[in-house]
């Protein structure tokens, strides 16, 4: 019932750019968060970014200073804008939503940063 569209992954050399986008549809009940999770093969997945409804943001230390989350309420959507971009921010990128109705994943976006 509740979906996902993520869009925005893909190569990129060091130093550039992405913005990642997820849309969560269907039914759920309250969310009051969403935000982007990331993983690679061998390394616990670590929250790499999250905005409240009200705008209250949350980041961890390694990204700060170079990527801005946002979000449209309307829309339930979140966007991640991703600028100097570096080798150790390659990973699956999962969108998530937090609800009063539960959590919920995306399906995950390869971010690949290599020359």
């Known amino acids: 019932q509740v979906q996902f569209v993520e869009s925005g992954g893909g190569l990129v050399q060091p130093g550039g750019s992405l913005r990642l986008s997820c849309a969560a549809s269907?039914?759920?009940?309250?969310?009051?968060?969403m935000g982007w999770h990331r993983q690679n093969p061998g390394k616990q997945r670590e929250l790499v970014a999250s905005i409240t409804n009200g705008g209250i943001t949350d980041y961890a230390n390694s990204v700060k200073g170079r990527f801005t989350i946002s979000r449209d309420n309307a829309k339930n959507t979140v966007y991640l804008q991703m600028n100097s971009l570096k080798p150790e921010d390659t990973a699956v990128y999962y969108c998530r939503a937090n609800a009063y109705s539960g959590n919920y994943w995306g399906q995950g976006t390869q971010v690949t940063v290599s020359s």
């Open positions: 269907g039914y759920i009940s309250g969310i009051y968060r």
